[in-house]
C-alpha cells in the first residue's frame, strides 16, 4: 500500500480502509496510543471484554516495526531458560517459562479465531553459528524440560539443519515446531478488523503530542479515559522521557528476492530460522517463494545509503546459490530494545505500557493485549511477572547513552567473528 514505507509487506499488504483521524473530544474508558501488534492487540482484547476502546496511531496500523520487522515468531521470551534461572531461580523461571508457552499458544489461536490472513506457517530454528552454541543449545533445552516437563523442541546435528536450511554454513541447531513466521503487516492489519469488529474505535493519522493523566491530546482532539496504555516502542523517547531513557532504537534491514526456483534448495523445509550470533541473521521463505533476509543490524539512527547492498553480502555469506539473484525489495526501520533485553512491562496509576521486545515481539507483542486486558481486570500476576524483570536505563544519560551503545554493539559483533 502506497502510505506506507516501501516494503515486499506493503507491497502485498491486504486491502484495507483508511481509518479516520481524531477529530474532536472523545471519552472511553481506555485509549491506547499506538497502532502495532501491542496496541492493536490490546485494543481487541478489552472491546471484547466490553470495555470502550479508542487507538490513536500517529500514521497507519503496522506502520512502525509491527509491519516491517521478520515476521518471525519465536516463541518464549527473549532470555532462554537457562538464562531465565541464573537470572531470577528455578521458581520464578518457571513461571515465566509458563507464560512464553502461554504466549505461543495464545499466539496461534488468535490468529485462528479470528481467522487473520497472514500467512502463518509453524516451525522455528535456531541455529548454532558456532560448534560451541551447540552445548548452550542443549543446555537451554534440559533446562527448559527440567523446569517445565517434556518438550516438543528437539536438538538438530549440522547434517539435519544442512537439509532443512540449504546452507553449511550452521553448526546445528534448536527446532521448535511451535514458532513460525507470519506476514506481519497483514497481521497488524487483521488484528485492527478484528478489534474493530468487537467495538473498537481506531483512528489512524492521529499523533499524540502530550498525555496528561489518563488524558490524551493530539492536534485536533484529546480523548479522556479511565486508563491510558502506551504501546509505542522506537517512538516512546520524546512522549515519555522517563521509559525512552530506558530503551535503545536500532536500525534493523532486510531484503525480498525474486520468487526463487524450487532447484536452488533455499529453506525447502519452509522455517524460520535465526541464529546465534548477537548480531543476528534471520531468514524466512515468503508465501510466494522470495528469501526475505535481515542481516547487519545498524546502531546509528541513519539508514544505510543502500539496503539491499548493506544486506546482500550477509545473505549471500549463508546462501552461495543466490550469487547474482535479483533483490526486489529492501527496507528497514526502527525497533526499540532493552538494555537487559527484557521486555519493558509495567503500570504507573493509570497508564499501563508494554514495550521494548528486542527482537522478540511478533508472539509476545500480539498476546500482550491478553495479558494488559487481564491486568486491567484485576488479575494481574502474569503481567506483574514479566514487569518484575529489570529493565534498567542505559548508562551515559543524553549525552553519551548512543555512542556507549553503540560501542559496546561493535564489541559484541566483533566477538561474533571470533
Known amino acids: 500500500m502506497s502510505s506506507y514505507p516501501p516494503s515486499w509487506y506493503a507491497a502485498t499488504a491486504n486491502p484495507a480502509p483508511d481509518r479516520p483521524p481524531l477529530e474532536a473530544d472523545a471519552d472511553c474508558d481506555v485509549v491506547i496510543v499506538g497502532g502495532g501488534f501491542t496496541g492493536l492487540s490490546t485494543a481487541l482484547a478489552l472491546a471484547q471484554a466490553g470495555r470502550s476502546v479508542r487507538l490513536l496511531?500517529?500514521?497507519?496500523?503496522?506502520?512502525?516495526?509491527?509491519?516491517?520487522?521478520?515476521?518471525?515468531?519465536?516463541?518464549?521470551?527473549?532470555a532462554g531458560p537457562a538464562e531465565l534461572e541464573a537470572e531470577v531461580g528455578a521458581e520464578q523461571a518457571r513461571r515465566l517459562i509458563g507464560i512464553g508457552l502461554r504466549v505461543r499458544d495464545g499466539f496461534w489461536d488468535l490468529i485462528a479465531r479470528h481467522a487473520i490472513a497472514c500467512d502463518a506457517r509453524r516451525g522455528y530454528l535456531l541455529a548454532a553459528a558456532k560448534p560451541r552454541d551447540m552445548a548452550a543449545l542443549q543446555g537451554e533445552l534440559a533446562t527448559l524440560?527440567?523446569?517445565?516437563?517434556?518438550?516438543?523442541?528437539?536438538?538438530?546435528?549440522?547434517?539435519?539443519?544442512?537439509?532443512?536450511?540449504?546452507?553449511?554454513?550452521?553448526?546445528?541447531?534448536?527446532?521448535?515446531?511451535?514458532?513460525?513466521?507470519?506476514?506481519?503487516?497483514?497481521?497488524?492489519?487483521?488484528?485492527?478488523?478484528?478489534?474493530?469488529?468487537?467495538?473498537?474505535?481506531?483512528?489512524?493519522?492521529?499523533?499524540?503530542?502530550?498525555?496528561?493523566?489518563?488524558?490524551?491530546?493530539?492536534?485536533?482532539?484529546?480523548?479522556?479515559?479511565?486508563?491510558?496504555?502506551?504501546?509505542?516502542?522506537?517512538?516512546?523517547?520524546?512522549?515519555?522521557?522517563?521509559?525512552?531513557?530506558?530503551?535503545?532504537?536500532i536500525g534493523s534491514y532486510m531484503v525480498a528476492t525474486e520468487p526463487l526456483a524450487e532447484g536452488m534448495g533455499v529453506l525447502p523445509q519452509d522455517w524460520a530460522v535465526a541464529d546465534t550470533k548477537f548480531v543476528l541473521d534471520y531468514f524466512r521463505?515468503?508465501?510466494?517463494?522470495?528469501?526475505?533476509?535481515?542481516?547487519?543490524?545498524?546502531?546509528?539512527?541513519?539508514?544505510?545509503?543502500?539496503?539491499?547492498?548493506?544486506?546482500?553480502?550477509?545473505?549471500?555469506?549463508?546462501?552461495?546459490?543466490?550469487?547474482?539473484?535479483?533483490?526486489?525489495?529492501?527496507?528497514?526501520?526502527?525497533?526499540?530494545?532493552?538494555?537487559?533485553?527484557?521486555?519493558?512491562?509495567?503500570?504507573?496509576?493509570?497508564?499501563?505500557?508494554?514495550?521494548?521486545?528486542?527482537?522478540?515481539?511478533?508472539?509476545?507483542?500480539?498476546?500482550?493485549?491478553t495479558l494488559i486486558a487481564e491486568a486491567l481486570a484485576g488479575t494481574t500476576r502474569d503481567f506483574e511477572t514479566l514487569g518484575a524483570l529489570p529493565t534498567p536505563a542505559f548508562p551515559g544519560g543524553g549525552r553519551l547513552r548512543t555512542p556507549l551503545h553503540v560501542a559496546a554493539m561493535l564489541w559484541y559483533a566483533l566477538r561474533d567473528r571470533l
Request: hydrophobic share 45%.
Open 285 to 369: 521463505r515468503s508465501a510466494d517463494g522470495r528469501l526475505i533476509f535481515a542481516g547487519g543490524e545498524k546502531y546509528r539512527p541513519a539508514e544505510p545509503r543502500d539496503i539491499a547492498a548493506f544486506v546482500r553480502p550477509h545473505a549471500e555469506r549463508v546462501f552461495p546459490q543466490l550469487r547474482g539473484i535479483p533483490i526486489a525489495h529492501a527496507w528497514g526501520g526502527q525497533v526499540a530494545i532493552t538494555l537487559s533485553r527484557h521486555a519493558l512491562v509495567g503500570r504507573q496509576g493509570d497508564t499501563v505500557y508494554a514495550m521494548g521486545y528486542s527482537g522478540q515481539g511478533v508472539m509476545l507483542a500480539t498476546f500482550m493485549g
Open 57 to 78: 496511531e500517529a500514521e497507519r496500523v503496522g506502520w512502525g516495526a509491527s509491519g516491517r520487522c521478520g515476521g518471525q515468531a519465536n516463541p518464549g521470551l527473549r
Open 145 to 249: 524440560e527440567r523446569l517445565a516437563g517434556p518438550s516438543r523442541l528437539r536438538l538438530l546435528d549440522a547434517a539435519a539443519v544442512h537439509d532443512a536450511v540449504g546452507s553449511r554454513v550452521h553448526h546445528g541447531g534448536l527446532f521448535d515446531p511451535d514458532g513460525g513466521h507470519v506476514h506481519p503487516l497483514n497481521l497488524a492489519l487483521g488484528l485492527a478488523t478484528a478489534a474493530e469488529a468487537a467495538g473498537a474505535i481506531v483512528h489512524e493519522r492521529s499523533r499524540v503530542l502530550a498525555i496528561e493523566g489518563s488524558s490524551v491530546r493530539t492536534a485536533h482532539g484529546r480523548v479522556r479515559a479511565a486508563h491510558v496504555v502506551l504501546a509505542t516502542d522506537a517512538w516512546t523517547g520524546d512522549l515519555v522521557p522517563a521509559l525512552g531513557r530506558r530503551l535503545m532504537n
